[in-house]
């Protein structure tokens, strides 16, 4: 089963907008195993949209337009479809008004353009899911299928894992459920990984289910991704919660998370279970560490605040003994369960660029880590900001605070 | 003139990395006034390279390969153009010879993979510039030509901006200097702007030259770009001078910067400028502001920093006040000239959501203004982050600190 992807508009081509809808297709189908071996962009014009649309109709399966659904004239993707299928638009009155409703609901009138939007080629049918005003299609042709999505890129998302992914598996005779997860993991180098999962790796050589594979994705760490194939769901989740517990077994804590989880929101979660609030002193990271901590914890219910300075350190302390200082004033002034302070070291430090100090403060308790961090100053400041946080994850997993 | 895109790597279709060249390179392409229909993605296949590469050359007069140069055995861009050209590569010793010395340079040694990289297809010429180990390649066919360029982005810039714009604009037959600037606005809509720059657009319609585009950009404000054609560098440079200097007298001071001028770059140069330093107390922003503004003054001579904090409300003071009691102790804390504070409104200022107090302490003086900005959250916040900029902006200007 091959499926190729047209991605729609003038503005992609433009470099007006950058096309990651294509990429997230292409993520998405290669997980359940068909293959993508092009992906188009096209502009807002009927012969070419329509000779793309062919060209990837002739050479693969099955065909996503992604784009060109919207009210307005340059919106022209429903009728180059009809013409590819050889069929007229019919207008749906259901969809018509399906929108007009969304419109009421949000306060807005329905313009008399976005009609348009419900007008579907004869022999195509409609995608269930619909969160915006733009319905999707799924439009047959002999044996082969071409499938329209909105631009939009959470609209695409909600109709590729509502209808799309498993049409096409359905359509390729998969009858399995393809399923994975992926272990996020900081701390280890992809060879030191696969070093620790050599034997397993082997094992799953010979076995052929579940799969193992790495990604390397920089500032979010390794990702290990397990990929299981089962008759049905229960029977994918069981194999992949049993590889998952082998390899965390064998991996330990540098893995942080699964699937989008990020570091900063697997410590928040860590103290809010404990309930425990936090407050950061940036001698080194000049805010980023607050603005991604805030960006989880939108209400700073537990992320309370931090101080952002140039320089932490005072008089002629040592940078060990200035982060200590800066974790429990940090927490003090914040009136917070934890202080936690990330400090570059100073000239009078006399240590090699990189060096890096980090103290954290519970109670009266303090932790020190001293970490020597690769890179120009700016992966330096986003690398000091993950350390930080894999360093107040591991204290409150080890102390079993 | 037509010039199709293909970028090249099996990892784009997978969707592990984003394709962000095609679009950088359709955007240049349309400055510089050169079509491009199609933008294709192909993987690392020699026989699906093949037929993408000669489908591109039978529908354009030109196309831009990205990627597929380095020195694994997976990289075959140099065999398949060969294949197109029907000709032989030929190993470039001079070239064998300058990557070699790149890699010393570096401390690292050449790997044997790495001459690959020197296989130049018989009739090619190179890139001069070469900012990798990759060589890039212009490759006549014909009247049409193949450019080959490393899909590392800002090697693929280097040779774009030194070699294949200009060469296309040969090949177009246009003698003439293409020119653009971007003239950032903030706080007017595109409809404002227009009605503005109304009779200019007019005027400028009848002249041809130059030209105004708009482009809303979100968070980045609303871009006018002026595109001058001339005979010469000077001349084109003379008339965006000149129409620079004419919208400026139209639109005031809602234009904050050039071209890739940032709010943050220009109001800490406004602020170095007047030898003037800065902290900031977000009420509001969770250290968003913090982090833009170390971003750019990463040795915080300028901005010295700030207190990130959930509420910064104190006792019952309606949020006016809070904000300048805010910037009045963020200045004093830190020291710094300038204390600059922004605070959302509590439930006790009973105000509509989206309700921000923004409040600037120069010395002994102090400025407030209070805004209401749309959006969710995570909108709300960065909107705020650009406002609060902007407010320091108009006052530094308006009160001619």
């Keep these: 089963m091959r499926c190729e992807i047209v991605a729609i508009g003038t503005e992609l081509l433009l470099g007006q907008i950058v096309d990651t809808n294509s990429s997230w297709i292409g993520e998405q189908l290669a997980l359940v195993g068909i293959d993508s071996h092009f992906q188009v962009k096209v502009g807002d014009n009927f ?9 990837a109709l002739d050479r693969n399966n099955a065909v996503i337009c992604c784009g060109g659904l919207g009210p307005t004239q340059d919106d022209i993707t429903r009728e180059v479809i009809a013409a590819v299928m050889g069929a007229e638009l019919r207008r749906d009155e259901a969809v018509v008004e399906k929108i007009r409703i969304m419109f009421e609901s949000r306060g807005r009138v329905m313009v008399d353009n976005n009609r348009r939007q419900a007008d579907i080629p004869e022999g195509a049918r409609l995608i269930a899911q619909m969160p915006g005003t733009a319905p999707g299609l799924v439009c047959p042709i002999g044996d082969k299928v071409i499938y329209a999505v909105p631009g939009v890129p959470h609209e695409m998302r909600t109709m590729m894992q509502g209808t799309i992914l498993a049409d096409l598996q359905r ?7 393809i399923r994975s997860r992926v272990l996020r993991t900081w701390g280890n180098s992809e060879s030191g990984l696969a070093e620790q999962l050599a034997d397993r790796i082997d094992q799953l050589d010979t076995l052929g289910n579940p799969t193992l594979a790495f990604q390397a994705s920089g500032m979010e760490g390794i990702k290990v991704r397990i990929t299981a194939k089962a008759p049905d769901e229960a029977a994918a989740e069981a194999i992949i919660r049993a590889e998952e517990g082998l390899i965390r077994g064998l991996l330990g804590d540098v893995i942080f998370g699964i699937d989008d989880q990020s570091m900063e929101t697997v410590v928040l979660n860590m103290l809010g279970a404990r309930g425990l609030t936090l407050a950061v002193a940036e001698g080194l990271t000049g805010g980023v560490l607050s603005a991604r901590l805030s960006e989880i914890d939108h209400g700073m219910a ?13 008089a002629e302390m040592p940078g060990a003994a200035n982060a200590a200082a800066a974790a429990a004033n940090v927490r003090r002034d914040f009136g917070t369960d934890v202080g936690l302070a990330v400090v570059a070291a100073q000239a009078r430090d006399e240590q090699p ?11 009266a308790a303090q932790y020190a880590q001293t970490v020597s961090l690769p890179g120009d100053r700016d992966r330096l400041r986003n690398y000091a900001v993950i350390n930080v946080l894999n360093f107040l994850r591991k204290t409150l997993t080890d102390t079993s605070i």
């Design 302 to 314: 537990i992320f309370r605040g931090g101080a952002v300075s140039g320089d932490l350190a005072v």
């Design 353 to 363: 660029p990189g060096t890096v100090y980090m103290n954290l403060a519970i109670g």
């Design 47 to 55: 012969d070419r949209m329509e000779m793309t649309i062919r060209n």
């Design 171 to 177: 359509r390729a005779g998969e009858t399995a459920v």
